[in-house]
């Protein structure tokens, strides 16, 4: 692994408090935001942030859950994926 | 932020809404050293190497798919064509050792279990010829094992003798699971040129060139292919396949990303990254979908031949720069069965088996997931892979056969499966004979490499 952080994106209907709920999760779990982006993509909210973590003790399936579990309730869906996965498809 | 919000909905979406996936992460592993006359001995040495090695392999997989977000479908296993294992071995029938390998696979959780293989391309040794006669009864007691055999290669030629064989064999499998609509037949592979890299069931096995364990990733991704050739403004067919080739270079990239982490986590050699394009039953991901956003009214129509050509070269020349090490089969696949696009022209009566043969020409892999009537004779069976073979060997490729002669089945029926391996409508066969080609058996020696029309 190259970096230790995160893409997390979340798309779903706007609502009020979606940012709020969700980056309390990240605040609970230490996870750091390095830049977010926020905009309404055909109707859709879209929030992106890129995230940092310090990989020990950072337990990538707890938060995970937890995110997702947040997105359900809100109605958005959101996903935590390594940054790599967009850097290897997108930079040579 | 380094990576531009745009780019990263285009993955998401490729994911999402395209059935991006990368298909399988398949462990290859050697098993020579589990060698010994005493059958019981040897069955538990294979079990606790396969074991062994693979134990961490589901876990570790998953571990890598969350934390990309990239579904890994399969995890599969391939060993060493159980011929060569099972060759000194005292004993008439290989029956257990594929029982073995299903229990194997089914303790350590994966999908499919490749090697139950034989290679004959030139002429059969006591082990191979055993292995042979053991492949019904192997598949019909088993649920993951999947078997392969190499009757041809360009520099052999094809052994005619181990066709004619295969005839009966595959006829011989169907009526062993004939309460299944022969499904033993999906798992029964008959090759020229195998590649021994090649992590896609039904023919991965662990060649003898490879090392003791190794990973080898095959991706997929038909629906993103066919989503970027439909969102073009009036292409011409330049344009079509630098847009293939840049698709096949962002599928690639992750399937490599992911054999790297995989092997890495497992402190196994990567191998290579097989860049096949392998359909589902899922409607878009499909190789016919993507023949027919060229332009065809539908896939089998004059012209398919050469889509196909132009699909498979962009996809091999956008993925080649994304990987460090390409093998396996790395070509368009064109399995009917698991193809909504294939199985509804062949309704339409636009596909005709005629045409998948030229098909197979220009792409991977074969005459592959055909559903043939249940009355076809062996000799009729052997012809087909005689001439697939022949396509393989002329032109210097792996080809397959992988047909299904329905138990019971005519021409308009169809066969159900399920899952990964689809349904698949029963294709019309010649009825004239080949009965006394067949039966002439020996070699087809293998063809000049020079003088090439």
């Given amino acids: ?92 | 932020m380094l990576i531009h919000p745009e780019e990263i909905l285009e993955t998401i979406h490729m994911i999402k809404a395209e059935n991006f996936d990368i298909r399988t992460v398949t462990m290859g592993i050697n098993l020579r050293d589990c060698c010994h006359s005493d059958i019981d001995v040897l069955n538990e040495n294979i079990y606790n190497k396969i074991t062994g090695y693979a134990k961490e392999l589901v876990r570790t997989t998953e571990e890598v798919q969350n934390l990309y977000g990239i579904p890994i479908t399969n995890k599969r296993i391939a060993v060493t064509p159980i011929a060569i294992v099972a060759e000194s071995c005292d004993t008439e029938d290989y029956v257990s050792i594929a029982k073995t390998l299903d229990r194997a696979a089914d303790d350590v959780g994966i999908d499919f279990i490749g090697g139950f293989s034989a290679l004959v391309h030139k002429g059969m040794t006591p082990g191979y010829l055993k292995l042979i006669n053991s492949i019904p009864q192997a598949l019909a007691n088993t649920k993951k094992v999947c078997s392969s055999v190499n009757v041809a290669t360009t520099k052999a030629g094809i052994n005619m003798d181990a066709v004619a064989m295969m005839g009966h064999i595959v006829k011989k499998t169907a009526e062993a699971t004939k309460d299944a609509d022969g499904i033993g037949c999906a798992k029964l592979v008959i090759f020229a040129n195998a590649p021994e890299d090649n992590p896609f069931m039904a023919g991965a096995f662990h060649g003898i060139g490879e090392p003791d364990c190794v990973i080898n990733v095959g991706v997929s991704g038909p629906g993103v292919v066919n989503s970027t050739v439909r969102e073009l403004k009036d292409p011409d067919l330049g344009e079509i396949s630098e847009a293939i080739k840049k698709t096949a270079f962002k599928i690639t990239r992750m399937g490599e990303m992911v054999g790297r982490e995989v092997s890495r986590r497992l402190n196994v050699d990567f191998g290579v990254l097989d860049l096949s394009l392998a359909p589902t039953p899922e409607i878009g991901d499909s190789v016919a979908a993507i023949l027919e956003a060229m332009g065809l009214e539908t896939c089998g129509t004059h012209g398919t031949t050469a889509a196909l050509a132009l699909l498979n070269d962009a996809v091999k020349k956008g993925g080649s720069m994304a990987s460090s090490y390409v093998g396996g089969l790395s070509g368009a696949f064109i399995p009917v069965s698991e193809d909504a696009g294939m199985i509804r022209a062949v309704e339409l009566g636009a596909l005709s088996l005629e045409k998948l043969e030229a098909m197979t020409s220009v792409c991977s892999v074969g005459l592959d997931m055909i559903a043939i009537p249940g009355d076809t004779s062996a000799a009729t069976i052997s012809a087909i892979i005689a001439d697939e073979m022949a396509i393989g060997m002329i032109n210097k490729k792996t080809t397959a056969v992988r047909l299904i002669p329905a138990p019971g089945k005519k021409v308009g029926d169809s066969v159900e499966f399920g899952g990964l391996l689809g349904r698949a409508p029963v294709m019309k066969v010649s009825e004239f004979s080949s009965e006394e080609f067949i039966a002439r058996g020996g070699r087809i020696p293998a063809p000049i490499q020079a003088l090439t029309n």
């Fill in chain 1, 1 to 92: 692994m190259t970096s230790t952080r995160f893409i997390i994106t979340v798309i779903g209907i706007d609502k009020i408090g979606i940012v709020a709920s969700i980056t309390k999760v990240m605040a609970d779990y230490n996870v750091n935001i390095v830049d977010i982006s926020q905009t309404i993509m055909e109707d859709l909210f879209t929030m992106i942030m890129l995230a940092g973590v310090d990989s020990e003790n950072f337990d990538l399936a707890a938060f995970q859950k937890a995110m997702v579990g947040k997105g359900e309730k809100l109605g958005v869906e959101v996903r935590v994926q390594h940054e790599d996965a967009f850097r290897f498809m997108h930079r040579i």
